[in-house]
């Protein structure tokens, strides 16, 4: 069975850090490109992040700089380490596992970062 499961949102003041974790069961992240999502209250979900099964990483604009995805293929866990943090970045962040050679499609069920003085 194949699980996704965010943890490490909170909150946090700004210019403040966190560091979401993404543990995936039921497959091998290295199989896979793992990307994470967000969206914030009255917005569309958006890409954030991805790194793919080579180590290649690209980031959405607003981000670049200040976030960093990275891959630890021993736990089976994708991060998201977010400095810098401003308050546009509150939202429910989500993890994504694509393995298009075998249309393969994955979500997590979230986790919250809030933003705020």
């Known amino acids: 069975q194949v699980q996704l499961v965010e943890s490490g949102g909170g909150l946090v003041q700004p210019g403040g850090s966190l560091r979401l974790s993404c543990a995936a069961s039921?497959?091998?992240?290295?199989?896979?490109?793992m990307k994470w999502y967000r969206q914030a209250p009255g917005k569309e979900r958006e890409f954030v992040a991805i790194?793919?099964?080579?180590?290649?990483?690209n980031y959405a604009e607003s981000v670049k700089g200040r976030f960093t995805i990275s891959r630890d293929n021993a736990e089976n866990t994708v991060y998201l380490q977010m400095n810098s943090l401003k308050p546009e970045d509150t939202a429910v962040y989500y993890c994504?596992?694509?393995?298009?050679?075998?249309?393969?499609?994955?979500w997590g069920k979230g986790t919250l970062v809030t933003v705020s003085s």
């Open positions: 994504k596992a694509d393995r298009p050679f075998f249309a393969q499609y994955y």
């Open positions: 039921g497959f091998t992240i290295s199989t896979a490109f």
């Open positions: 790194v793919t099964n080579t180590g290649y990483t």
